[in-house]
């Protein structure tokens, strides 16, 4: 079984900064693209957008949304993906959702989320 797990979300102003963390454990043999996707209040699960992706190599892709302000990364050898977040703007707001792709070996490979952390901008 392998978890997910947000931590980093809060309530800041407008042009503040936030950094949220995801680790991920249990039976892994490593992960592939690890990424955050964002639920908009009053959206539903299948409009999640993406915010930013990773490869284990360490190629990105962001959204154009947050191109600039928005910078991911992850450490390989902790199974934890990271998102800095400069000059936040209030449609930012969303519960900010971590994905991993995760290769269990012999098993496959799975996709995984985590349970969401609640990132709210607003004056």
């Known amino acids: 079984q392998v978890r997910l797990v947000e931590s980093g979300g809060g309530l800041v102003q407008p042009g503040e900064s936030l950094r949220l963390s995801c680790a991920a454990s249990?039976?892994?043999?490593?992960?592939?693209?690890m990424g955050w996707y964002r639920q908009a209040p009053g959206k539903e699960r299948l409009e999640r957008e993406l915010v930013a992706t990773v490869t284990r190599g360490g190629g990105t892709n962001y959204a154009d949304s947050v191109k600039d302000r928005f910078t991911i990364s992850r450490d390989n050898g902790k199974n934890t993906v990271y998102l800095q977040m400069n000059s936040l703007k209030p449609e930012d707001t969303a519960v900010y959702f971590c994905?991993?792709?995760?290769?269990?070996?012999?098993?496959?490979?799975?996709?995984?989320w985590g349970q969401g952390t609640q990132v709210t901008v607003s004056s």
């Open positions: 249990g039976s892994i043999v490593s992960i592939n693209t």
């Open positions: 994905n991993a792709d995760v290769f269990l070996g012999w098993r496959g490979s799975y996709d995984y």
